[in-house]
C-alpha cells in the first residue's frame, strides 16, 4: 500500500462524496441525508468530543455501512469487493487497516484506564460532599 493511497477514513469519505458530487459546492447541500456517509461528507469528525445521538457510527463503521448499501446487504459481496479505486475500498470491512492492532489494543488500554480513573475521582468527590 503506498502513501499516495492511505487516506484517513474522513479523506476518503470526503473523496468518495466529491466523486459523488461531482462539484464541490454541492456536497454542503447535499440532499441524501439517509446516507451513512452524510454526516462526515465535509470530511470532518462532527462529533469529536460532543454528545452522540443514538444512532451513532464512526466513520469507518459508516464505511462499512455504505459498502453494504452498495452491495445491496450482502456482506460477502463488500469482501469480494473488487473496486479498487473507490475511496473507501480499504474500509469496506468496517476496519482501519492502516492502524497497527498492538497500537489500537494499547490505545483502548489507556482510554479504559483513564475512564476508571476519572470515574474513581468521581466516586470519591460524591463520597466528600456526602459526609
Not at 492511505?6 to 447541500?29: G, T, Y
Not at 469487493?81 to 482501519?96: D, F, I, M, T, V
Amino acid at each position: 500500500m503506498d502513501s499516495a493511497v492511505k487516506k484517513s477514513p474522513l479523506k476518503a469519505i470526503r473523496q468518495k462524496c466529491l466523486d459523488c458530487a461531482e462539484i464541490q459546492p454541492h456536497i454542503r447541500r447535499c440532499e441524501f441525508t439517509t446516507c451513512p456517509l452524510h454526516p462526515y461528507r465535509m470530511g470532518k469528525h462532527i462529533f469529536y468530543r460532543k454528545a452522540k445521538p443514538d444512532n451513532y457510527r464512526s466513520p469507518v463503521k459508516a464505511i462499512r455501512a455504505e459498502c453494504l448499501d452498495c452491495c445491496h446487504g450482502s456482506s460477502s459481496e463488500v469482501k469480494r469487493c473488487q473496486a479498487e479505486s473507490c475511496a473507501l475500498w480499504h474500509y469496506r470491512l468496517g476496519k482501519n487497516p492502516f492502524v497497527d492492532p498492538e497500537h489500537s489494543q494499547r490505545l483502548r488500554e489507556r482510554m479504559l484506564k483513564a475512564r476508571n480513573s476519572a470515574s474513581d475521582r468521581e466516586n470519591s468527590i460524591h463520597t466528600v460532599i456526602e459526609t
